[in-house]
């Protein structure tokens, strides 16, 4: 007989720590493969479980070894048909078409594949937006709870205990066994202590009163024996984490998808497009997205479309606001719906049009939306021009006027990605008191 | 009653097992194994994982214990890619070369196979362990479980105060010269226990703290230019350098001049594991091969005795062929020779050799053709031999003909390669001695050894690669594996390639050269 040992149930994740090692030691490679990935993937894709492929060179794991295509060797090969000694085989790197074979597996080798999970994927993604901390963690967190009453258990922590139930318990118990009441007893009692202070009687009356005695004993025992509160009876308090109520939510994309937005422009919209989503994915059990570009003339369009295919133009941005109350009127009335909205143009717009938009604004979009965040991408050189000043584009000199009487409006100037975070820091700020609608 | 009889004599029913199932089977084929094979075996220890830890266990490279490193991190993400994506298998068991034996078997394995794996496991490789003149050498069954234990804890330490960076910066680069980390010839000492490791490391200790050069009385060497002197004093330190040295980590670890000693001892230990696998890499088709045949034989004997039921054997066979397995050259799945195919066929030959000779086995053979004693051919075979010593040995032209080998040469300038000798009468001397040549794992690395290097002068590390038939080293590893010596050494490393017959310098390469 063996020495068995059931291992099964020591703690798993032996290696969590080497993988952290390895993840750190690969970061920068990571950091790349996932930005390709939030630009060609979907919005909604970004947080979940991502496989990244990624060269080995990062990572390599250098050792002496014999060059391939150097030297004598021999090998030593199973399965002879028909060689014999002294045939003559073509090598495998020689012809044409062989090299491609070649060079194909042996890049194979040299990319390695792997799953990277939810958290290491929001975190990479995060790096370079420069999120606060707390912000980080309320986004990686899936669902918040809140601990609910919810009946009544036998087993709890003594503060938790409900006395009522408990009493409740207690009484019953002491009905069912018949546990003598005080009363009971003083009744008893009062009559020895009236029998032993009156004059002394005959034989009867000591019967009487050893009776009487015997009876109080007996009693007090079972008043012993049948505790007033036992273990049995106590009931505690049972609280179940409950998710928070979560409603629908629809988030609306605008972008200008005219000429003047360039690759650079597209993808930094892209980022701020996706972390609105994360925030509000985790506010939110359901949530739309619905996508707007416009030129000078607006529609919807699927996020392929959007982010992708080019349209020639002008830019005439209001058309992208009518279609957005349009899309609201038809699909997501306010009521049950939390309208969240986020522009990202590079500010250019027709003559005129701006005083529109703000109009459009004014009067009806803000009062249905959450929040409305415009973003205007800008040449890095021209952050030092602009800096904070009010003056800028006909567009942003519009917003600026809503942006003072509505506070769930937010406007910024973007020019990196660290820029993204602070549109946001005011949605995040709100959160405690956010108000949902049923 | 008769077949109520026969039923209760069955080891196992179903595919389901429990501990006193396992405890059952494990008595039966202990039985066999003893006293039919006539093995010897360490004490066993069987303990049952699920498939995360058995993947946990592959990443640390099947050591039970294993300190942290990114590398095991990596090997982790990629085995556990492949699983998932349902590309790879995970072993039905691993094994541990310890006293006692530990052998894990996984959880998701039916009851004939958690057989099947006790008799390939915890009987084949085990005694393979216990009795092969190479592990009886070179490791130390019974002290590698608490020096890995030290090991780990060791490095925890010395993470906790120098910082994971500097101490992973010292294991990388010692894991790259892991290969060139072992002892090939001279026997490496005996791992110490744990109260004499601590000693020695107090002592080195006390040393750095009291050492003070002003101490230093001997006198200082006089120039000289004559030529003859130069040549005695490099054969003089040379001499006390012991040099050349052929295991890089050791003379690193005992030599460089800008390591910590926390840093030596991280070089020893690396080093101490180098060498414990050491010859494991040196018996794959011998141990693989013992392992194999000792299940086939253990579960054949045990159903012969009508122990186990019909369908369990034909689960055992199945998985049987499925690892003994040996595709062709040209088949897509053809991935080198497979040393369990090759191990068990040379085992179940040298059976028949012994009891069922041709009459050119005994040609080949003389020895032991027709002895009848195959059991103790065999425990001889696995006690005294290595891959290299054991195919020269025993492989017969007959099963040269059954795998239908062929040999290949191939010379990098030509355009193709020559199918120098085949399987016929010709041949069979040349395929055995370079398929035997093939697992010489001494002469297939790269052979670089220290040559030579001036501690009072420029402290000029001096390494030499021998060239043999032709083969340079990779480029671009080879200059990174350089940078990780100078890491170590502190000063400029130099690399000669010299052709090891005719001894001309074929390349030379410095980190002088090398950008960092």
Redesign the interface.
Known sequence: MPNFIDRRLNPKDKSLGNRQRFLKRAREELKRAIKEQVKSGKIADVDAEHNVSMPARGVGEPTFQPAGDTGERQYVLPGNREFAAGDRLPKRGSGAGATGAGAGTGQSEDEFQFVLSREEVLDLFFEDLELPDMVKLNLKESVAFKRRRAGFAATGSPTNINVGRTMRNSYGRRIALHRPARKELEAIAEEIARLEAGPKAGAKHQQRLEELRQTLEKLERRRRRIPYVDPVDIRFNRFEPQPLPNASAVMFCLMDVSASMGEREKDLAKRFFVLLHLFLKRRYDRIDIVFIRHTDEAGEVDENTFFYSKQSGGTIVSTALEEMLRVIRERYPAREWNIYAAQASDGENISGDSERCASLLHDELMRLCQYYAYVEIIDERETEIFGTTDNGTSLWRAYRTVDGEWPNFQMTRIAKPADIYPVFRKLFGKQPAVQVRK | MQRKGAASNLLFEGSDWN?ET??RA??AI?TVALEDLGLDVY????????S??M??AY??VGMPLMY???????R???E??LY?RGRRGLAYELVINSN?CIT?LM?ENTMAMQALVTAHA?FGHNHFFKNNYLFRQWTDASAILSYMEFAKKYIIKCEERYG?TAV?AVL?SA??????GVFRYRRPPRLSSEKERERTRERLEYEEQTFSDLWRTLPTTSESSDPDAVERDVSERKKALNLPEENLLYFLEKTSLILEPWQREILRIVRVIAQYFYPQRQTKVMNEGCATFVHYSIMNNLFDQGRITEGAMLEVLQSHTNVVF??????PR?PG?NPYALGFAMMQDIERICVDPTAEDRDWFPEIAGSGNWRETLLDAWANHRDESFILQYLSPSLIRK??????????D???????????E??YEA?RA??A??YDIGA?Q?D?QVMDVDLLGDRHLRLQ?N????????????D??LR?VRHLWGYEVSLAGVEAETGETLYECSTADIEE
Not at chain 2, 43 to 50: A, K, R, T, W
């Open positions: 501990f396992l405890a494990y008595d202990e004490p066993n220890q069987l303990e049952i994982i699920s995360e830890q993947l946990d990443s640390s942290q490193h990114w590398s095991f991190g990596k982790f993400v990629f556990d890619h998932r006692p894990y959880e915890a994971t992973e990388d894991h790259a010269l892991m290969d060139q040996q595709p062709s050259f040209d088949d053809f020779i795998f239908r080998l062929f040999l290949l040469s191939d010379e990098a030509e355009k193709y390669c020559e199918v120098a000798s085949i399987h016929n010709r041949g395929i370079a398929l040549r093939s297939n790269p670089i690669h060239v043999k038939n032709g083969i340079l080293l990779e480029e671009a590893s080879r990174a594996t990780h």
